[in-house]
């Protein structure tokens, strides 16, 4: 019995030691495992509060994005309507041709961008002027400037052509309209003439003058009528930049 009982109480000094390690084991398991877990829990909460703040971010930043983007598009369109606004205020001006004077050069409706900065009238500009005396008229013409002041002017107007300061000048812009004339009147219709006896000779054009003429040369009022003349340089409202409409371009 002695030895039965003592074999028992080995066994249960090995059991309660194998159990005491048992506990021990689950101790360390329970002491390291919640460590572990909380970490872990804690480790995959960071990377997702990471993850969430990066992708708010993102697209905080889509839309600062696009919000700059409509900003930029608006300030440029600004910009762009306010400089606009200040050329055709100050530099450029939009006019439109009313009638047949500069044909074919020019049509009735044609659209045109003029300019008078820093311009100085030429022969063979095309200009919008505001003459002194309108006449029956009271709107601004359309006109090719022949000449300046003191440069010297004769008009022939059997043959059709213009002499400036003893040179002929070349006028293709009037070869269609004069041939037009011709074909109906016969080969020896002449160009309209004048009433005011200073152009029917040799003439000097006055001081900040100058003398126009229309390219449809009988059928324009000009500086030929005395109801013109010559008109003051400071009448001028621009010069013919180029046609916007209903062909874009340069006009010669």
């Not at 697209?59 to 762009?80: I, T």
């Not at 601004?140 to 107007?157: C, H, M, S, W």
């Not at 900040?208 to 409202?237: P, Q």
Request: charged share 30%; with cysteine; proline share 3%.
């Amino acid at each position: 019995m002695n030895d039965f009982e003592n074999k028992d109480q080995n066994l249960s000094d090995e059991n309660a030691e194998i159990c005491e390690n048992g506990e021990c084991n689950e101790d360390l398991t329970e002491t390291i495992n919640p460590m572990y877990s909380a970490s872990t829990v804690e480790t995959g909460a960071t990377v997702t509060e990471a993850e969430a703040e990066t992708e708010i971010k993102l697209k905080n930043r889509k839309k600062r994005s696009a919000l700059q983007a409509v900003y930029d598009y608006l300030e440029v369109f600004c910009y762009a309507l306010a400089t606009m606004m200040v050329l055709f205020l100050f530099v450029f001006r939009l006019v439109t041709v009313d009638g047949d004077s500069m044909r074919t050069t020019l049509t009735d409706g044609d659209r045109l961008i003029i300019s008078n900065l820093f311009y100085t009238p030429e022969t063979g500009d095309i200009v919008v002027i505001n003459p002194e005396n309108h006449g029956d008229a009271d709107e601004p013409i359309i006109k090719r400037v022949i000449a300046t002041e003191g440069q010297k002017v004769f008009i022939d107007y059997e043959n059709w052509a213009v002499y400036v300061d003893g040179v002929k000048l070349d006028e293709p812009y009037i070869a269609d309209m004069m041939k037009y004339e011709k074909d109906r009147f016969g080969n020896d219709k002449p160009m309209n003439g004048t009433n005011v006896p200073k152009f029917k000779k040799e003439f000097t054009v006055g001081e900040n003058k100058v003398f126009v003429m229309g390219d449809n040369r009988n059928n324009s009022k000009d500086s030929r009528s005395d109801d013109y003349g010559e008109m003051g340089v400071n009448r001028i409202l621009g010069k013919v930049i180029f046609r916007i409409s209903p062909d874009f371009g340069t006009v010669d």
